[in-house]
């Protein structure tokens, strides 16, 4: 407000409208120092103050007179992200990946770990691409395979498999925030969530091009209008959170209202960006971005784009001649209601003191008598009511009502139509046109969108136009869209950008995150945010080739994977070198393979897999593991499950995500809260883990399973414990663990032994 600027040491020196703040020599006297110093600085303003440390640096330097280095212009770089792709040339080595990898060592002169042993291997790379775990006698098959061809078999065979769609939808869907509940107050269940997590699993298995995976969740019944599949695809438009009484019974052009739906296109915004393009464009919603130079305008540009969609059920057919037959009839349909619902609300506004009263006769009769009496005089009411309709109908004016009963009249045989069809399935997804809800109805045109003062909806600016991010010099931001183009058209528009070659924020993404899926740590460590809140990238042209090889040979995930897994740096071993430790205590530079926990899901997996238990069916709608209520604010309560079930059996991408109820086993387990977009996993090592893994009825109850399967392959404890080994680590057990777990297991029974080893290190862990 003042005009200070610390851009370039001319700047510095001018100082603001209150003079300078700096005086050099003198970190007492200088303005800047006082502000940031002291029991209680007034800057930042509202961050955590400043680090001891960071203070007495920049006291330091002003006593060191507060040099300027020559041309530096603070802002005036462009942030490593947005730099345009380039492929560089990769050092010499084995493979790009090994030697970009290695090339980074050598500097700082950390030495490769040996490569991994094979049974380290197979179960390293099926957790990996299956998230489960391979059975004893694939790892024995492996191991003894002497073909120098055998891992790139194994790897291909993984990712041959539907095992490898379930294993990475997974990943997908905790970046896209999916869960099969509205969240808020009213947690109310979406049934039809599930076709969106089967499209995702469908596209991985399909090594769906990464282009046409983009685009078709972000428009594709806009541009596919004949794909059903296209259709189901836009469910990422609708997977985040809804407040279902905002949307459906809060009244119309109230504050709350536009509060609502401001924050809903805020999520799809804040989805869209966030998956694909890790850019935290929602930061500009209230101002000007931060950190990141993105406008506020632009945020709202970014908005405009929504501005005609909700998330709604939406029907569809499997059979391609039905499913255009009725996407033909419902835009006739969608048409009609368009140009009679404003009529409507025209006819249902008209009052007058003899409607008035009758309103309020008929507010009495129901408020004052209880249910019997209420039931005995339904036919009053009824006779009331079609008193006040030939009432209200006779304050229409003539015009309006010839002109409704002219589209009741087209409605009809449209209705009819409609009606013949086979019944659809219904996928809850993006939607322009659907039955109302409550107060909750599509937009006839895109809603007017404009730039929000301090992002109240109370306060509305400029006007904006539909368009995307200015900060990404290589493309054009405006689309040049307007209400008479068809409102898919914005969605398709915002699709191609994120897709384009020159969009070097889209490549980079996607190569990170499957990095991060294989390392544990992404080459940037803030998967959701490149920009300058966010890390640096460990490995800055290892990412640019990546991106660059993954977007120049089509778009294939599984490419991507295998690259990833062929190389020198997967396959190493895990075990610590002290030396290294000392250079490198993180492993960012990758001199060991991280050692990693197993996540929530694959640990139950896991345990449903080594008691025998699991079940594989593929698809469908999501399991309840719970017993469920609905209710004005649905139950959902996990003690009262049984987990002898079927429903216990699915896998967990299976598993109905409830966002208010979340699983507590899973929860335990660090399984994230579905209403949050999560680039990266927490992962925690806690006591309360080890005493649900101990005591949880599930956990329970696998042991009590894997235990009977022990007793099946032998009848001896010795045999017991030995097939416990292979089927729990996929290993044989050493003579003195045979041993002490036998004793173990001859004074507290075999399905505690069972119940310790799937609580065990080795078990829950990957090396």
């Known amino acids: 407000m003042s005009g200070l600027s610390l851009a370039t040491s001319a700047d510095l020196l001018k100082g603001g409208a209150h003079g300078p703040v700096i005086v050099a020599g003198k970190p007492d006297d200088s303005p800047l120092y006082r502000m940031i110093s002291g029991d209680k600085p007034k800057m930042p303003a509202n961050a955590n103050p400043l680090t001891a440390s960071d203070t007495a640096s920049v006291a330091a330097w002003i006593r060191d007179g507060a040099k300027w280095p020559d041309g530096l212009q603070l802002g005036a770089e462009v942030w490593w992200s947005l730099r345009p792709l380039r492929k560089p040339q990769p050092p010499q080595g084995a493979s790009p990946i090994d030697a970009f990898i290695q090339a980074e060592r050598s500097k700082r002169e950390l030495r490769p770990s040996p490569p991994a042993d094979r049974a380290s291997l197979i179960r390293r790379l099926t957790f990996d691409l299956h998230g489960l775990p391979p059975a004893w006698e694939e790892i024995r098959a492996f191991v003894s395979d002497p073909a120098p061809d055998a891992y790139q078999l194994l790897v291909d065979r993984l990712l041959a498999s539907p095992r490898y769609g379930e294993r990475w939808a997974r990943h997908w869907l905790d970046v896209v925030h999916y869960g099969e509940s509205h969240g808020y107050d009213k947690d109310k269940p979406r049934r039809n969530a599930w076709h969106y997590r089967d499209y995702v699993i469908r596209s991985f298995n399909q090594d769906k091009p990464y282009t046409r995976f983009v685009e078709e969740q972000l428009a594709g019944d806009y541009l596919w209008p004949d794909s059903a599949e296209a259709l189901i695809a836009t469910g990422f438009i609708a997977a985040g959170p809804w407040d279902f009484v905002g949307h459906a019974e809060l009244r119309e052009n109230t504050i709350d209202k536009n509060i609502t739906r401001n924050l809903d296109r805020d999520d799809m915004v804040m989805t869209a960006m966030s998956s694909f393009t890790s850019i935290t464009a929602h930061c500009a919603r209230?101002?000007?971005?931060?950190?990141?130079?993105?406008?506020?305008?632009?945020?709202?540009?970014?908005?405009?784009?929504?501005?005609?969609?909700?998330?709604?059920?939406?029907?569809?057919?499997?059979?391609?001649?039905?499913?255009?037959?009725?996407?033909?009839?419902?835009?006739?349909?969608?048409?009609?209601?368009?140009?009679?619902?404003?009529?409507?609300?025209?006819?249902?506004?008209?009052?007058?003191?003899?409607?008035?009263?009758?309103?309020?006769?008929?507010?009495?009769?129901?408020?004052?008598?209880?249910?019997?009496?209420?039931?005995?005089?339904?036919?009053?009411?009824?006779?009331?009511?079609?008193?006040?309709?030939?009432?209200?109908?006779?304050?229409?004016?003539?015009?309006?009502?010839?002109?409704?009963?002219?589209?009741?009249?087209?409605?009809?045989?449209?209705?009819?139509?409609?009606?013949?069809?086979?019944?659809?399935?219904?996928?809850?997804?993006?939607?322009?046109?659907?039955?109302?809800?409550?107060?909750?109805?599509?937009?006839?045109?895109?809603?007017?969108?404009?730039?929000?003062?301090?992002?109240?909806?109370?306060?509305?600016?400029?006007?904006?136009?539909?368009?995307?991010?200015?900060?990404?010099?290589?493309l054009n931001s405006v689309f040049g869209i307007d209400d008479q183009q068809p409102e898919g058209a914005r969605r398709a528009a915002l699709a191609r950008w994120i897709t384009s070659p020159d969009n070097m924020l889209t490549w980079r993404s996607i190569v990170n995150r499957v990095w991060q899926s294989h390392f544990g740590t992404g080459l940037v460590d803030s998967a959701n945010d490149f920009g300058r809140m966010g890390a640096l990238p460990s490995h800055p042209e290892l990412l640019d080739w990546l991106a660059v090889d993954f977007r120049d040979s089509g778009g294939s995930l599984k490419r991507l994977h295998k690259q990833i897994v062929m190389s020198a740096v997967y396959r190493q071993s895990s075990a610590n070198n002290a030396a290294n430790a000392a250079i490198d205590g993180d492993n960012r530079y990758l001199w060991r393979m991280n050692r990693t926990r197993l996540d929530a899901e694959s640990v139950r997996d896991a345990t449903l897999v080594v008691s025998g238990r699991i079940d594989l069916t593929m698809g469908g709608p999501a399991v309840e593991q719970f017993y469920f209520k609905d209710d004005h604010s649905p139950v959902y309560d996990y003690t009262r499950f049984d987990v002898d079930s079927a429903a216990a059996r699915r896998r967990s991408i299976y598993r109905f995500l409830v966002r208010s109820a979340p699983d507590p086993f899973m929860d335990r387990l660090d399984c994230p809260d579905s209403s949050l977009i999560t680039g990266k996993r927490n992962t925690t090592i806690t006591a309360i883990q080890a005493l649900a893994l101990l005591n949880n009825p599930f956990m329970v109850r696998q042991a009590e399973h894997l235990s009977a399967r022990l007793r099946e392959r032998a009848t001896n404890i010795h045999g017991q414990v030995q097939w416990l080994y292979r089927y729990a680590l996929g290993r044989d057990p050493k003579p003195a663990e045979v041993a002490r777990l036998a004793a173990y297991a001859n004074a507290n029974g075999i399905e505690n032994a069972a119940r310790a080893m799937l609580n065990s290190n080795e078990f829950l862990f990957v090396d």
């Open 286 to 474: 209230c101002h000007n971005h931060k950190f990141d130079p993105i406008p506020q305008e632009d945020y709202y540009k970014l908005q405009a784009v929504f501005a005609g969609v909700d998330r709604a059920d939406r029907p569809f057919d499997r059979d391609p001649k039905v499913f255009a037959e009725r996407r033909a009839l419902l835009a006739r349909r969608r048409d009609v209601m368009s140009q009679l619902r404003p009529l409507r609300e025209k006819a249902a506004a008209v009052s007058s003191t003899e409607l008035t009263a009758l309103d309020a006769m008929l507010r009495d009769i129901k408020d004052d008598f209880n249910e019997t009496r209420k039931r005995e005089l339904q036919p009053i009411i009824a006779k009331m009511n079609a008193e006040r309709k030939a009432l209200a109908d006779s304050l229409v004016d003539p015009v309006v009502q010839g002109e409704i009963n002219r589209l009741n009249a087209e409605l009809r045989p449209i209705d009819a139509a409609i009606a013949k069809l086979p019944k659809p399935e219904m996928v809850y997804s993006a939607a322009t046109f659907f039955d109302p809800q409550g107060t909750f109805t599509y937009a006839i045109l895109p809603r007017p969108i404009h730039v929000l003062q301090r992002g109240s909806v109370e306060n509305p600016g400029k006007a904006v136009s539909v368009g995307a991010l200015s900060l990404v010099s290589t």
